[in-house]
C-alpha cells in the first residue's frame, strides 16, 4: 500500500515517466497509480528474456499486470553483457520489433552498464532509446571509463536515440556526494 501511494504521490506531483522491469516485480504497485489517470503517463519496462517466446510473455505480463494497452517503452534488459547481446537475443530482439509494429510498444529500448553496448546502440536502427548507467565517479560502468560512457551517449544522441540514464547516484553510493558530505 506505501508503494501504491508514493507512485500516485509522484504522478500528482507532475511526474509522468515509470521506469520498471519484469524482475522488480513492482508491477502491483504502479497498476493503482495509473489507473483513471486521463493524463499522459509513459511506462517503461524490460526484460531479460532471450528468446521470442519469453520476450512475448514478458511484454504480455507487463501488459496484463499493469492493465494497459500499450508500453512506452520495452528495454532488453542487459545491464551486464557486451555488444554479443544483440545476436544472443536476437529473437527477443525481433519479438519488440513486431510489438513496435503492432503498436502494442512505442519505442525499442536496452538498459545496459556497457560503454560499448551503448555506443553500438547508436548505430542500430532497431534501438530507439537506450537506458545507460551514468554517474559522476563511473560506478559500475563496464567496458570503459565515465568518460568514455559520455562518449558513447554523446554518440548514441546524435544518432538521433532517446535517452536516460540509471543510477545518477551510484545505486545510492553517492548520496552524500549530493549534499556535500564527501
Known amino acids: 500500500a506505501e508503494g501504491q501511494q508514493v507512485v500516485a504521490a509522484a504522478l500528482d506531483g507532475g511526474i509522468n ?10 508491477y502491483e504497485y504502479i497498476r493503482p497509480a495509473l489507473t483513471g489517470r486521463k493524463d499522459r503517463i509513459v511506462v517503461s519496462s524490460k526484460s531479460a528474456a532471450s528468446g521470442y517466446t ?15 494497452e500499450r508500453l512506452g517503452i520495452f528495454h532488453l534488459h542487459a545491464a551486464r553483457a557486451g555488444t554479443e547481446v544483440f545476436a544472443q537475443r536476437a529473437g527477443a530482439l525481433q519479438c519488440l520489433v513486431e510489438a513496435k509494429q503492432a503498436g502494442i510498444i512505442q519505442a525499442i529500448g536496452i538498459a545496459t552498464h556497457s560503454v560499448t553496448v551503448t555506443r553500438a546502440a547508436g548505430d542500430r536502427d532497431d534501438i530507439d532509446v537506450v ?17 568514455e560512457m559520455v562518449q558513447s551517449v554523446k554518440y548514441a544522441a ?17 548520496l552524500d556526494d549530493m549534499a556535500g558530505k564527501s
Open 131 to 147: 537506458f545507460p548507467i551514468l554517474n559522476v565517479r563511473g560506478l559500475g560502468i563496464l567496458h570503459g571509463t565515465r568518460d
Open 54 to 68: 519469453e520476450m512475448k510473455a514478458a511484454i504480455n505480463e507487463a501488459l496484463a499486470a499493469l492493465q494497459v
Open 17 to 26: 515517466f515509470v521506469d520498471t522491469a519484469q524482475s522488480y516485480r513492482t
Open 158 to 174: 546524435a544518432q538521433g536515440k532517446g535517452l536516460y540514464c540509471m543510477k545518477v547516484f551510484g545505486g545510492g553510493n553517492l
